[in-house]
């Protein structure tokens, strides 16, 4: 896994795989709040991360 981001849009391959899927379970729900294991679930579907290293990337999305 490439922790550089992209020259494109600035995000790594990890960061794009999260907001992905992100949106896919938001619109899945109908809009609503996405529990983090669920999000979790997703993400290890494509990329191998440990639940640490994903919570870290929400933390820097949302300015924590």
Same mark, same amino acid.
């Not at 679930?41 to 994903?54: A, F, K, P």
């Given at each position: 896994m490439s922790d550089l981001p992209d020259a494109r849009d600035g995000l790594t391959r990890l960061e794009c795989i999260i907001l992905w899927q992100l949106a896919e379970l938001q619109q899945e729900r109908g809009g609503g709040a996405v529990p983090t294991a669920m999000l979790?679930? #997703? /993400?290890? !579907?494509?990329?191998? /991360?440990? %639940?640490? !290293?994903?919570? #870290? %990337?929400l933390q820097k999305f949302v300015g924590a």
């Open positions: 979790y679930g #997703r /993400v290890v !579907e494509h990329i191998d /991360v440990s %639940v640490e !290293e994903l919570q #870290r %990337v």
